[in-house]
């Protein structure tokens, strides 16, 4: 997840990172964190971001204006406002801000924001282009895994398979939602449709519960970690051992 923090308070770009950090760490997802003094900063920056936390006066900007750059640039950031400023209540409703945080902030409520960003990126709709140089556009939840074999890419989903372009690298910035989990330098997988896991091996859901995927050594720790957060602890005791 590509988070930026976009604020002319030195104090306040430490702070909302130290909870950027420890929430994207408690739900055991991977962070990308940058950190902008003003608008000129962001602006110039050559970064796709997820999530935005915006100021709104930012000395030589305009947060809403910032706001609306990066929407331009990728309509699926998600902006979060963070000011003490509360009379732009209404502009940030017009750049579809996901939440308008008061300064001073608490863990609590950035957290509670965080969530909800989080949550919108999970609902979002994703492109592909397939071999045939067709568009293919559905839902990232839809999608059971993501496999690479001799440098072709196919998308799985519950309705059948798809050939589609591109490495798995590059698509795999569009599944940035919470739910996937990437056990293997070939797969990308929803873990919604995990049936279980053994320390090296994941089961899948029908239709596809004749695949086997495997979880590379390096990996297994951080999956583990991830599929309990995402299950919950008792997962552990039924289906790994």
């Known amino acids: 997840m590509k988070v930026a923090i976009c604020d002319d308070s030195r104090e306040y770009r430490a702070l909302l990172r130290a909870y950027a950090e420890e929430y994207f760490s408690e739900k055991h997802m991977p962070l990308e964190l940058f950190e902008f003094a003003c608008g000129g900063e962001i602006s110039a920056s050559a970064e796709v971001f997820d999530i935005a936390l915006l100021d709104i006066e930012l000395g030589d900007s305009n947060g809403i204006?910032?706001?609306?750059?990066?929407?331009?640039?990728?309509?699926?950031?998600?902006?979060?406002?963070?000011?003490?400023?509360?009379?732009?209540?209404?502009?940030?409703?017009?750049?579809?801000a996901v939440r308008f945080v008061n300064k001073p902030v608490s863990r609590e409520r950035i957290f509670s924001a965080l969530e909800k960003a989080v949550r919108e990126i999970d609902e979002k709709m994703v492109s592909f282009r397939l071999k045939n140089n067709q568009l293919l556009r559905l839902y990232a939840s839809d999608?059971?895994?993501?496999?690479?074999?001799?440098?072709?890419?196919?998308?799985?989903?519950?309705?059948?398979s798809y050939e589609v372009q591109?490495?798995?690298?590059?698509?795999s910035e569009q599944f940035n939602a919470s739910f996937f989990a990437v056990p293997h330098n070939s797969y990308i997988v929803n873990l919604n449709y995990v049936k279980s896991f053994k320390r090296d091996e994941i089961k899948l859901l029908p239709p596809y519960d004749n695949v086997r995927?495997?979880?590379?050594?390096?990996?297994?720790?951080?999956?583990?970690?991830?599929?309990?957060?995402f299950v919950g602890d008792d997962y552990s005791a039924k289906n790994s051992h």
């Open 166 to 171: 591109g490495s798995l690298k590059t698509i």
């Open 213 to 229: 995927i495997s979880v590379a050594s390096r990996k297994q720790s951080e999956f583990r970690k991830k599929i309990f957060e």
């Open 65 to 96: 204006e910032i706001a609306g750059e990066l929407q331009r640039k990728n309509k699926k950031t998600v902006i979060l406002i963070v000011t003490s400023h509360s009379q732009y209540l209404d502009d940030a409703m017009d750049i579809h």
């Open 143 to 160: 999608v059971v895994y993501i496999e690479v074999k001799l440098k072709r890419v196919t998308l799985y989903t519950a309705d059948g």
